[in-house]
C-alpha cells in the first residue's frame, strides 16, 4: 500500500524557518516526481515547488529563494526546508508522489503550518 505522511509542521513567527518532510512507502519512488503542495483556508490547493526523479527543481515564484526542496533516494524522504517565512505562508501543506505511468498520483494527508506572532 502506497503511504505518504508528513511531519515537522507546526507553529512559527513570521521570519522563522520551519522543515517539512514526507516519508513515503510501499513502492518504489526514485523514478517520480515528488512534490509539495499548500491550501490556505478558503483557496485551492497550489503548487509550492517539485523535484524530479533527475534532482531537478522547480518552484512557485511566491517562494522561490526562500523555500528549498531536497529529497533522499534511499531513504525515501522528501523535505521541504522554509525560510523567512511569511504569514501568507500559512496553509495546510501536502506532500505529492508522481504520476506514475499509471496516471496516478498519491498525497499525503496533509500538515498544519500557520505563520503567526
Known amino acids: 500500500q502506497v503511504r505518504l505522511v508528513e511531519s515537522g509542521g507546526g507553529l512559527v513567527q513570521p521570519g522563522g524557518s520551519l522543515r517539512l518532510s514526507c516519508a513515503a512507502s510501499?513502492?518504489?519512488?526514485?523514478?517520480?516526481?515528488m512534490g509539495w503542495y499548500r491550501q490556505a483556508p478558503g483557496n485551492q490547493r497550489e503548487l509550492v515547488g517539485t523535484?524530479?526523479?533527475?534532482?531537478?527543481?522547480n518552484y512557485a515564484d511566491s517562494v522561490k529563494g526562500r523555500f528549498t526542496i531536497t529529497r533522499d533516494y534511499a531513504l525515501n524522504t522528501v523535505d521541504l526546508q522554509m525560510n523567512s517565512l511569511k504569514p501568507e505562508d500559512t496553509a495546510v501543506y501536502y506532500c505529492?508522489?508522481?504520476?506514475?505511468?499509471?496516471?496516478?498520483?498519491?498525497w499525503g494527508p496533509g500538515i498544519q503550518v500557520t505563520v503567526s506572532s
Open positions: 510501499g513502492t518504489v519512488f526514485s523514478t517520480v516526481s
Open positions: 523535484i524530479l526523479s533527475t534532482g531537478n527543481t
Open positions: 505529492r508522489a508522481g504520476p506514475f505511468r499509471s496516471g496516478i498520483s498519491y
